[in-house]
Structure formats: C-alpha cells, structure tokens
C-alpha cells in the first residue's frame, strides 16, 4: 500500500520567518510528487516534481525531490500571514490518473503576525 | 473562486439515512473527481467521471455511489451512513480524463453523521 507522510503536522513561526515542510514516501512505481496549499476549504495545486534534484520555484515557494531518499521538501521563505493554510502532498504512480493518488494529511502552518 | 460549484456546503444528517451531494465542474471540463476528506484519513480520492463514463475508482466503498449526467454535473449517493462518513467531501474538474495535476477544486460539502 502507497504512503506518503508528512512532518510536522503543525506548525507556527512568526511572519518574515522561513519554513521547511517535509513529505516521505513510500509507493509501487512511483511517478511523481505534488504539493497543494488548502486555505479555507479547497486545495489549490502548487508545484509537480517528477525528476531528482531539480528545484520547482514560484516567488517566495520552492520544492525539491530525492528520488533516492525517497522524499521532498517545501521551502516557504519571508513568510506571510497569507502562507497560512494546511500544505499537502501526495504521490502519483506510474500510469495513474487520480486513482493513484495518495494523500498525506497535510502540514497544519500558522504564521502570526 | 474555481468555478467548480457544490451543493449543499454543509449537511447534517442521521446514521442510516442517505444523502446526495451535487457538483458543477468548470465550463468546458469534462472530467470530474471526488474526494472525502477526514481528519483521519486525509484526503482520499473517490471515484473520477469522464464525460459521463467512469474513468477510474478509488476508495470508494459500495454504500456510496456516483454519476455523471448529460449536462456534465456529478451526483455523489451515500447512503446507510454511518458516523465514520461525517467528512468533507470535494468535488474537482479538469478538462481532460487525465488532467493531473490541474484539477480544480471545488469548495466542498462538509458532512455531519449524527
């Protein structure tokens, strides 16, 4: 069975502060990793990684994956009050459309002003 | 706003009784997801409709049932439910059958079992 874990599960910083969120995996064939951010109610997708080593950037968000290690990490740098929100990943396999997803349950991020 | 729609946003509900969510994809989508969201399990995919033929299937359990009309809107069917089903349920589109990962979301429907 496919798992993808992410740390920590919560987290509050201060605004200006940087962040590392971090999601592990472990999946049958696996193809790709995705981050989305969830503020409110719907996921909004952020970034898909499919090769090694090659860093993903969008303004102050960046993500990178170890295909060997098996993991990837999310980095959000002079973070706002409008970073707030559960960031999730989740893995893709190989030949699969939504049926092969697998979710983590998501990092809970708090920045207070 | 996605421009994905779902109704109702919240619901609440009795063990046993059954329910009909209601989704509108984004003008031009024809593929539509659906997803249940637990504080247990995370988000879990359901069950996907591609212009009206299921695409591909979760883990969706046998209680729960789903189409996908003419018109292109969706109607997931829970029905004997249980507490375990009060969840957040949402609703995605995406144009193509495999448009991972430019789904959009819809704003979901939280669903209380009492």
Known sequence: EDKVVQSPLSLVVHEGDTVTLNCS???????????????KKAPTFLFMLTSSGIEKKSGRLSSILDKKELFSILNITATQTGDSAIYLCASLRTGGGADGLTFGKGTHLIIQP | DSGVTQTPKHLITATGQRVTL????????LSVYWY???LDQGLQFLIQYYNGEERAKGNILERFSAQQFPDLHSELNLSSLELGDSALYF????????GLPEQYFGPGTRLTVT
């Open chain 2, 91 to 98: 609703c995605a589109s995406s144009v193509q059958g495999d």
């Open chain 2, 22 to 29: 209601r989704c509108s994809p984004r003008s031009g989508d």
């Open chain 2, 36 to 38: 249940q969201q637990s």
């Open chain 1, 25 to 39: 995996y472990e999946v049958t064939n696996f193809r790709s990793l995705l981050w989305y951010k969830q503020e």
